[in-house]
């Protein structure tokens, strides 16, 4: 039987993945309210507000363990960094997305929080192939994935960004483990 956390904690080297909290408001609130991060998620409103970091927090809180979960990345010197989800969307294997604050880019925490959450994801919750995407005007995002052992599946999506108010092309990846 497998045993679903609906709370998991994950720990990497510098990293601990864990549920955001009301505490984590103002925080995830200044960390998302920046452009270039919301412009390069197709779900993330800007301008990104408290109310709206208030919303993801309540909905995390209310994901179903057994189809999502979602991580508050936290540096342990730095406090919270980032954001990264895996949930069941329309493909056959889960999806994975993930957003670093413009602060910590090119430090290797979206690489170190995604390795470790493709471990829990392959051992706790049993899943064998994860996908994920990128904005083909994010290669630095296909690097990460494809670093994690993600492939490119030659798919290219079309899919509405929040932030851009406009259709962009994703470009679609697949990690088997």
Partial sequence: MCVIETTPVLETRRLTLRSPNPQDVGR????????????????????????????FILAVAGQDPKRAATFLIEHEDHGPVGV??????????PEVGYWIGRPYWGRGYATEALNGALVWASKR??????????????????????????????????????A???????????WLA
Avoid: C, Q
Wanted: hydrophobic share 40%; no cysteine.
């Fill in 28 to 55: 995830l609130a200044n960390l998302a309210n920046d452009p270039d991060i919301a412009r390069m998620t197709l779900r993330m409103p800007h301008p990104y507000s408290s109310a709206d970091a208030e919303d």
């Fill in 84 to 93: 990264i989800g895996l949930f069941e969307d329309r493909d056959p294997a």
């Fill in 125 to 162: 919750w049993k899943r064998r192939a994860l996908m994920a995407g990128h904005f083909a005007d994010n290669p630095a995002s296909g690097r990460v994935l494809e670093k994690a052992g993600f492939l490119y599946t030659g798919e290219v999506r079309k899919g509405f960004s929040l």
């Fill in 164 to 174: 851009r108010g406009a259709v962009t092309d994703t470009r679609r990846m697949v």
